[in-house]
Structures are given as structure tokens and as C-alpha cells.
């Protein structure tokens, strides 16, 4: 059974940094591209970053490069997402996801204020 587990949000304030994880389990993780989405209030999810199964190539949404970067460990079954230079538009629920699964987790809330 799949289940992706992601922890690490939080309140942060502008300008600060958060790292988020995800736990795989219930498949074979190193040999799945998995992905960092994320939903704003009122807004669509949205994809944020993608890393192939080796790790080897990433992608990011135009307007996030250079802030965040998308890396991981398979010996862990787990993906992370650095967040830098937060902003306020970054407040969402992230989700990581296994791109050619449609399986959600519970995700994990980043909210940025002061």
C-alpha cells in the first residue's frame, strides 16, 4: 500500500527557511519520479519541483528557481524540498507525490508571516 508521509511545515517568517520531508513507503521509491505540489488558499495545487528517480535531473516552476531546491535520498525512501528566501506567497499545504501515481498524502502546512 502507498503512503507518502510529509512533515516539516511550519510558521516561518519572511525571508527565513524550511525543509521539508516525505517518507515513501508501499513501492519501489528509487525507481519513481516524485514531485513537491503545493495549494494555496483558494487556489489550485500546483506543481513546485520534480527529481527523477536517481536524482539525477530536477525542474522547478519558473517562478521558484533559485529558492527552493528538490533532492533525494533513496537509501531513505525520502524526498525533501529546501525552501529559502520565503515569502508570504508561499503559505500552502505541500504535498510531495509519486508523478504517475494519483495519491495524495496529507501534506504538511507552510505558512509565512511575521
Known amino acids: 500500500q502507498v503512503q507518502l508521509v510529509e512533515f516539516g511545515g511550519g510558521l516561518v517568517q519572511p525571508g527565513g527557511s524550511l525543509r521539508l520531508s516525505c517518507v515513501a513507503s508501499?513501492?519501489?521509491?528509487?525507481?519513481?519520479?516524485m514531485g513537491w505540489y503545493r495549494q494555496a488558499p483558494g487556489k489550485e495545487r500546483e506543481l513546485v519541483a520534480r527529481?527523477?528517480?536517481?536524482?539525477?535531473?530536477?525542474n522547478y516552476a519558473d517562478s521558484l528557481k533559485g529558492r527552493f531546491t528538490i533532492s533525494r535520498d533513496n537509501a531513505k525512501n525520502t524526498v525533501y524540498l529546501q525552501m529559502n528566501s520565503l515569502k508570504p506567497e508561499d503559505t500552502a499545504v505541500y504535498y510531495c507525490?509519486?508523478?504517475?501515481?494519483?495519491?495524495w498524502g496529507k501534506g504538511t502546512l507552510v505558512t509565512v508571516s511575521s
Open positions: 527529481i527523477s528517480g536517481d536524482g539525477t535531473t530536477t
Open positions: 508501499g513501492f519501489i521509491f528509487r525507481i519513481n519520479d
Open positions: 507525490k509519486r508523478l504517475n501515481l494519483n495519491y
